[in-house]
T-cell receptor, first 112, second 113 residues
Framework: GESVGLHLPTLSVQEGDNSIINCAYS??????FIWYKQESGKGPQFIID?????DKRQGQRVTVLLNKTVKHLSLQIAATQPGDSAVYFC???????????FGGGTRLMVKP | DTEVTQTPKHLVMGMTNKKSLKCEQHMGHRAMYWYKQKAKKPPELMFV???????INESVPSRFSPECPNSSLLNLHLHALQPEDSALYLC????????????FGEGSWLTVV
């Protein structure tokens, strides 16, 4: 079936550097994408979302880029901080209902 | 802080026990969800309620029984579970319709012994 996947299971970055987390999706009918951050022992926390009619969306220190041509989604975190250490999930939502499909997750580790 | 509240945070139950997980939201959302998450895995959808009616059941075993008493509450009744059902159970809610952000609670950690 359709799936959402991630390229790298673990990403280690130096504090202060920028982080880029990638995600590939396969359902071309999906029109809404979300990035979640999940810290140890907690539920997924909404970070930023983007609709398919956009290529880029910026938040506070985070930017999501969407390339529909190659079905690729990325999350950029500027000036990565220790508090950014977590597992990051991309998720897609189709237009057929309320179902959210998650990617496999990337663990971000920030080195001091 | 999440506005979706789940209780209990931790639950240990035997395979013959009957227990329930509870979820509450006061954001006026009309869609509510149960997800199951195993360690180092993404959340997996179990059930979706839309306007207090069950709209999606992702082939979940009958030992899991969801209930939506009203638009703010969602329960998951557990009976005769297996050790492999041990996981983090996440409740979530959203406005009705595609393209609306789903907000998660902190989850209930379930251990079946």
């Amino acid at each position: 079936g359709e799936s959402v996947g991630l390229h790298l299971p673990t990403l280690s970055v130096q504090e202060g550097d920028n982080s880029i987390i990638n995600c590939a999706y396969s359902n071309s009918a999906s029109d809404y994408f979300i990035w979640y951050k999940q810290e140890s022992g907690k539920g997924p926390q909404f970070i930023i979302d983007i609709r398919s009619n956009m290529d880029k969306r910026q938040g506070q220190r985070v930017t999501v880029l969407l390339n529909k041509t190659v079905k690729h989604l990325s999350l950029q975190i500027a000036a990565t901080q220790p508090g950014d250490s977590a597992v990051y999930f991309c998720a897609e939502r189709g237009d057929a209902g309320n179902m959210l499909t998650f990617g496999g997750g990337t663990r971000l580790m920030v080195k001091p | 802080d999440t506005e979706v509240t789940q209780t209990p945070k931790h639950l240990v139950m035997g395979m013959t026990n009957k227990k329930s997980l509870k979820c509450e939201q006061h954001m006026g959302h009309r869609a509510m969800y149960w997800y199951k998450q195993k360690a180092k895995k993404p959340p997996e959808l179990m059930f979706v309620y839309s306007y207090e009616k069950l709209s999606i059941n992702e082939s979940v075993p009958s030992r899991f029984s969801p209930e939506c008493p009203n638009s703010s509450l969602l329960n998951l009744h557990l009976h005769a579970l297996q050790p492999e059902d041990s996981a983090l159970y996440l409740c979530a809610s959203s406005q009705r319709g595609a393209g609306n952000t789903i907000y998660f609670g902190e989850g209930s950690w379930l251990t079946v012994v």
